[in-house]
């Protein structure tokens, strides 16, 4: 159901969505460029970011991976460990589905920030604020976030490129992911958690 929609997704949101990814169909034919990341998948993440992803390769076990360049050894490595936390708390809650490495993409884009208002490394991503407009995250029309759902089947999400700090990685990576596991086993949750506007944090799960 509602393939597009993302967490903060609103309907003026998805409209333009939609407008972005019937422009960008007819150069998709001349994309052929990775057999792990489908052309509709990759086309939303690119419609999200505004990024070009040119990079495919997959992470030690099996997750695939779209980026702007070769990401470093240790990104891939943080990228695991995200999932394979996420996995091992999903399990604990009781859920089976899409608890593999290779049920996931992760786009690694461009930052749009490197720091938050606080000085503190904190690469970032830029997107429209939506019904966060005029709440705490708003920072003019649109807000920071660590990661964004870009694709609920397959399963894909955004995060920003990382110089260090990849237990953030981690984190950032269990923490999209959580949206995705839980609209794959518990659509009742997911419903009640993926708009953070409305409250809810993570971990979601423990
Ligand atoms: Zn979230």
Redesign the pocket.
């Known amino acids: 159901m509602k393939r597009g929609v993302k967490?903060i997704g609103s309907a003026g949101l998805l409209l333009s969505l939609a407008l972005s990814l019937a422009a960008l169909a007819p150069t998709s034919a001349a994309r052929q460029r990775a057999a792990s990341v489908d052309e509709r998948t990759l086309a939303q993440a690119e419609a999200y970011t505004g990024d070009r992803f040119d990079y495919f390769t997959e992470t030690p076990r099996g997750a695939h991976v779209a980026a702007l360049r070769r990401p470093r050894a240790e990104m891939l490595r943080a990228i695991d460990d995200g999932l394979a936390e996420l996995f091992r708390v999903a399990r604990r809650n009781g859920y089976g589905a899409r608890l593999n490495h290779s049920d996931y993409t992760v786009f690694i884009g461009r930052a749009d920030r490197t720091r938050n208002r606080d000085g503190q490394y904190s690469p970032d991503v830029a997107i429209g604020a939506a019904q966060y407009r005029g709440s705490v995250y708003d920072q003019g029309g649109y807000v920071y976030a660590a990661g964004i759902v870009s694709s609920f089947s397959p399963c894909a999400f955004v995060i920003a490129e990382h110089e260090s700090d990849w237990a953030r990685v981690s984190n950032v990576v269990r923490?999209?992911g959580?949206?995705l596991v839980l609209y794959h086993n518990d659509r009742r949750r997911y419903q009640q958690t993926y708009d953070?506007s409305r409250g809810g944090s993570?971990p979601i799960l423990q």
């Open positions: 967490k923490y999209e959580e949206h953070h993570h």
